[in-house]
């Protein structure tokens, strides 16, 4: 029923008269873009959830959210809604212009119906949304009977802002700067896809230059998280000094940001039609130099945590993903890289920079905690190579194109490799030149669901690892 | 063992005090807050840290805090686990309706007197996402608010003079604006 493809998204969108739906298939690199269409009073479509398990939350979101009803999705609870709206009211349906009659303060979630395990000496944890350390918010419920873990479910949309309903009505360079904050860690990734899109949308593409910028920007935010990540799976188990070598690394990596880019976290540096601005004079010495240094200083590091005996105990066979589990999932980026599933956008389906780079295949096959780690050490090292690639053949000239207005009712897909894996972007312009419908699709959507399996029958002392290892985005997908 | 020993040592120490943007010296403002801290908390500053809605670009720059760099708690602040330990609530983020009652709710487990520092220009004023069905938008408009640090996010370095506001010293500090002391 699925012919090998992954399901890689979906999401609706409404107009006074009619309800579409829109969903993505891939296929070893080609996506399909499939659409469903209803009349606004049905609004009933077929669930996809029961073929592909992934659909699961993104169906519900899109429930609680326009009013979809899924036909046969397995799962009839809200996600997205806590309590500060009623049931009844959609906050991107169409005849929802207004604000919803909110209560005065928003009560807390208390009555979202938790799946409930029984059995002798089975015990409940629920932990969050205030977490002890300093963390997203979102509610995790373990069932354990001793320390194993029988069942863990997030309750997540704590950090529910409203951005798709905010991209409403907003001009192209305002979609972008909201698009680089759907996920902190992930504005590059964000703003490129977004940007990517309405480009498309546009009927233009960004020069070379800025092109081959907005690669270097991409593999500078995919090396910074993962050096902060790497070393904060390590001081999860106790082994603070790789925790402080790689924050210092980060650190460094992070002033470089602000003074070639004018950001520490390289927000706003893509705008559409291109990028904000020019490399300055002399960075690109400055950036080869940084990257032959941080190779210098990598490699004894990562040798130290690849072969670190106690280490290993904590991390070998910890949280293990398989391949089964990551391909039903759909999941991209280091954590289906490190289960066997080698899925990577740069090289698989090239878009430029990409398509003039050989992006090397980094896969695992353990699915475990150290292989989450292994994969991350070694796209430090490939991108790395890529940024050095990228700085010798730069291509000189314009750094920005002017988008012209697209056509009313343009619309755009964006598909780009962020640090997390495949981020997408959907955008429709309205008559005006403006945004009508944004919707970006972080790759956490489906790490959420994957740390839900990999946690079975693990211990709970070691979920904060796991999850750590995983590190899904909260603000991404809670939206 | 040997190889993270010889690892350390050929890293040396990269601490540094806390750049300033102004003209005083960094150490300086190390000490002083260090010296603040001594006189009006009993040697240390305890933070708890909530986001409350935000993208988690700030929760990077507030994770940045600990890195050796600014290795923030040899000036004696630090961050606990429990709102009934804290001295200061440290936010970020615009309040998600979502998120609103657990802010609540954690003001409230702390022991008086308390601080309450927005971090982020999402927390100061709403930033980016503003008020909305789904927003409360600044901190301010859910709890009293002494600190706000501005910023998108505020660069470690930012959030460090924020908290010397939080201590009622450098508030004539132009890029930070101190609402209320308590
Ligand atoms: S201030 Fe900026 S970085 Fe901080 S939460 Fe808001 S959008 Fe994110």
Redesign the interface.
């Known amino acids: 029923m699925t012919f090998g493809c992954r399901w890689a998204g979906m999401w609706a969108e409404a107009d006074e008269a009619r309800m579409r739906l829109y969903c993505v298939l891939d296929y070893a690199g080609d996506s399909l873009l499939l659409s469903a269409e209803a009349p606004l009073e049905t609004t009933e479509f077929t669930s996809q959830t029961p073929h592909f398990p992934a659909a699961d939350r993104m169906e519900r979101h899109a429930r609680d959210l326009f009013g979809v009803i899924f036909v046969d999705h397995p799962d009839p609870r809200r996600w997205t809604r806590?309590?500060?709206?009623p049931e009844n009211w959609h906050?991107l349906h169409p005849a929802q212009a207004g604000?919803?009659p909110?209560p005065g303060?928003?009560?807390?979630?208390v009555d979202y119906p938790f799946a409930a395990v029984h059995g002798n000496g089975v015990f409940e944890i629920p932990v969050g949304?205030?977490h002890?350390?300093?963390?997203?918010?979102g509610h995790f419920r373990f069932h354990a009977a001793g320390e194993p873990v029988l069942k863990l479910e997030e309750r997540l949309?704590?950090?529910?802002?409203?951005?798709e309903?905010?991209a409403v009505g907003r001009d192209p360079a305002g979609l972008a700067?909201?698009a680089a904050?759907?996920?902190?860690?992930s504005?590059v990734a964000h703003a490129w896809a977004a940007c990517q899109a309405m480009e498309r949308a546009a009927g233009i593409e960004a020069p070379p230059r800025a092109l081959a910028l907005r690669g270097l920007l991409a593999e500078r935010e995919r090396v910074a998280n993962h050096l902060?990540d790497i070393g904060a799976i390590c001081n999860d188990v106790g082994f603070a000094?790789a925790h402080?070598?790689t924050?210092?690394l980060?650190?460094r990596w992070?002033r470089r940001n602000?003074e070639c880019f004018g950001h520490?976290?390289l927000?706003d540096t893509l705008v559409p039609g291109g990028v904000a601005r020019d490399l300055p004079v002399g960075a690109a010495e400055n950036l080869c130099a940084d990257h032959a240094a941080l190779r210098r200083e990598v490699e004894?590091?990562f040798?130290?945590i690849d072969d670190h005996p106690p280490l290993d105990d904590r991390l070998v066979g910890t949280g293990v993903l398989s391949l089964e589990n990551a391909r039903a999932l759909g999941c991209t980026g280091y954590l289906g890289k490190a289960s066997g599933c080698g899925f990577d956008l740069r090289r698989d389906a090239p878009y430029a920079p990409y398509d003039a780079l050989e992006v090397p295949l980094v896969t695992d096959s353990e699915g475990d905690t150290a292989a989450r780690v292994r994969v991350r050490m070694a796209e430090v090292r490939a991108s790395l190579d890529l940024m050095d690639q990228l700085l010798d053949a730069m291509p000189s000239g314009e750094t920005t194109a002017p988008l012209p207005t697209p056509l009313p009712g343009a619309i755009g897909f964006g598909q780009v490799e962020g640090w997390r894996g495949e981020t997408l972007a959907w955008v429709r312009f309205d008559n005006a030149g403006r945004i009508a419908r944004y919707f970006p699709r972080d790759p956490s959507w489906f790490y959420w669901p994957a740390l839900e399996r990999l946690i079975m029958g693990e211990i709970v002392p070691d979920f904060p690892v796991c999850n750590k290892s995983v590190n899904g985005?909260?603000?991404g997908v809670?939206l | 063992m040997l190889r993270i020993l010889a690892h350390i040592l050929r890293t040396g120490i990269v601490t540094e005090p806390p750049p300033a943007t102004d003209d005083a010296t960094l150490e300086a403002l190390g000490l002083e807050l260090r010296r603040a801290i001594d006189a009006r908390f009993g040697r240390s500053l305890a933070l708890r840290f909530i986001d409350a809605g935000s993208c988690n670009g700030c929760e990077l720059e507030v994770h940045a805090l600990a890195n050796p760099y600014y290795d923030l708690e040899r000036f004696g602040v630090g961050f606990v686990a429990s709102p009934r330990h804290a001295d200061a609530l440290l936010i970020t983020g615009p309040v998600s309706r979502h998120m609103e009652t657990a802010l609540r709710r954690t003001w409230r487990a702390m022991p008086s007197p308390k601080f309450v520092i927005a971090a982020g220009q999402c927390a100061c004023d709403g930033g980016e996402f503003g008020v909305s069905y789904a927003s409360c938008g600044a901190v301010e408009n859910v709890l009293p608010v002494d600190v706000k640090i501005p910023g998108c996010p505020p660069a470690p370095d930012d959030i460090i003079r924020g908290l010397l506001a939080a201590l009622n010293l450098t508030a004539e500090n132009p890029h930070i604006r101190v609402s209320r002391i308590g």
Do not use: N
């Open positions: 806590h309590c500060a709206w906050p604000d919803p909110t303060r928003t009560p807390a979630d949304p205030v002890a350390g300093i963390i997203e918010p949309g704590y950090v529910h802002k409203g951005i309903r905010l700067r909201l904050r759907v996920s902190g860690d504005a902060g000094f402080v070598q924050a210092r980060r650190e992070q602000r520490r976290l927000m004894p590091l040798d130290i985005s909260y603000s809670d």
